[in-house]
């Protein structure tokens, strides 16, 4: 459950678990803590998750919490501060200097991640740019079949086939793309040096220099693979 509360952000996630009993929930925050600690419990884990939730909550200035029953389940939340914007702005164009994408681009997102590729859309939105978005590998490699592009943004972690895998498949299959750049779209660099497929690097949590940067030295140096680079 998401809530806007006037400047702050609540989410909490609720569940049909075992819950936790009254004199133990002190520990669930604690770090390598475990609230059934028996050898018979039935769910693993380092009791780390939530620790590491608490801190990254309240290094946003934020706060995380829990209630819970047991043998009906818990509620977890968390609150961060979050200003409120006019969402009916548009969103400006970059200032002449900064980094600037052709008119009329042709760019395919394969992500799985809805929320990833709507980051995508919006970074985007100020450029004249055509974007194309599939949900997995299987539908990355027909649509690079399917029509000509400029640079393919591939998530490496997706269901079916995955990013290395529909990369391998577009460069090796007699299509349209087959020599246009395809950026490795995650945070594990080291992954993606390793397949030796991709032209470029879109690290994530995405930023929208990052992005814009490796589109633009993608489109301008074709020629400079990603494990070259190493």
Same mark, same amino acid.
């Given at each position: 459950? #998401?809530?806007?509360?006037?400047?702050?952000?609540s989410?909490?996630?609720?569940?049909t678990g075992?819950?936790?009993?009254?004199?133990?929930?002190?520990?669930?925050?604690?770090?390598f803590?475990?609230?059934?600690?028996?050898?018979?419990r039935?769910?693993?884990g380092?009791?780390?998750?939530?620790?590491?939730?608490?801190?990254?909550?309240?290094?946003?200035?934020?706060?995380?919490?829990a209630q819970?029953?047991?043998?009906?389940?818990?509620?977890?939340?968390?609150?961060?501060?979050a200003?409120?914007?006019?969402?009916a702005?548009?969103?400006?164009?970059?200032?002449?200097?900064?980094?600037?994408?052709?008119?009329?681009?042709?760019?395919?997102?394969?992500?799985?991640?809805?929320?990833?590729?709507?980051?995508?859309?919006?970074?985007?939105?100020?450029?004249?740019?055509?974007?194309?978005?599939v949900?997995?590998?299987?539908?990355?490699?027909?649509?690079?079949n399917?029509?000509?592009f400029?640079?393919?943004?591939?998530d490496?972690?997706?269901?079916g086939?995955?990013?290395?895998g529909?990369?391998?498949?577009?460069?090796?299959?007699?299509?349209?793309?087959?020599?246009?750049?395809?950026?490795? #779209?995650?945070?594990?660099?080291?992954?993606?040096?390793?397949?030796?497929?991709?032209?470029?690097?879109?690290g994530?949590?995405?930023?929208?220099?990052?992005?814009?940067?490796?589109?633009?030295?993608?489109?301008?140096?074709?020629?400079?693979?990603?494990?070259?680079?190493?």
């Amino acid at each position: 459950m #998401f809530e806007p509360l006037g400047g702050f952000l609540s989410f909490a996630v609720t569940d049909t678990g075992p819950g936790v009993p009254e004199d133990r929930a002190d520990q669930l925050f604690q770090r390598f803590s475990q609230v059934d600690a028996s050898s018979t419990r039935k769910h693993g884990g380092t009791g780390l998750g939530l620790a590491i939730c608490k801190g990254l909550a309240e290094a946003m200035g934020g706060d995380i919490g829990a209630q819970s029953k047991v043998g009906e389940g818990s509620c977890f939340w968390f609150t961060i501060p979050a200003p409120e914007l006019d969402v009916a702005a548009p969103i400006a164009a970059p200032p002449q200097g900064q980094i600037m994408l052709p008119a009329g681009c042709r760019i395919l997102v394969a992500d799985d991640n809805r929320i990833n590729r709507d980051l995508v859309r919006a970074m985007l939105s100020p450029f004249d740019v055509e974007l194309t978005e599939v949900v997995d590998g299987l539908g990355a490699v027909a649509a690079a079949n399917a029509a000509p592009f400029d640079v393919i943004l591939m998530d490496l972690r997706m269901p079916g086939l995955d990013g290395a895998g529909a990369a391998r498949c577009i460069r090796t299959e007699d299509g349209p793309n087959a020599t246009i750049p395809i950026l490795a #779209f995650s945070a594990d660099v080291d992954q993606a040096q390793a397949t030796g497929l991709f032209d470029g690097m879109v690290g994530k949590p995405l930023t929208g220099v990052n992005l814009l940067t490796a589109i633009a030295k993608a489109m301008a140096w074709p020629e400079d693979p990603l494990d070259d680079a190493a």
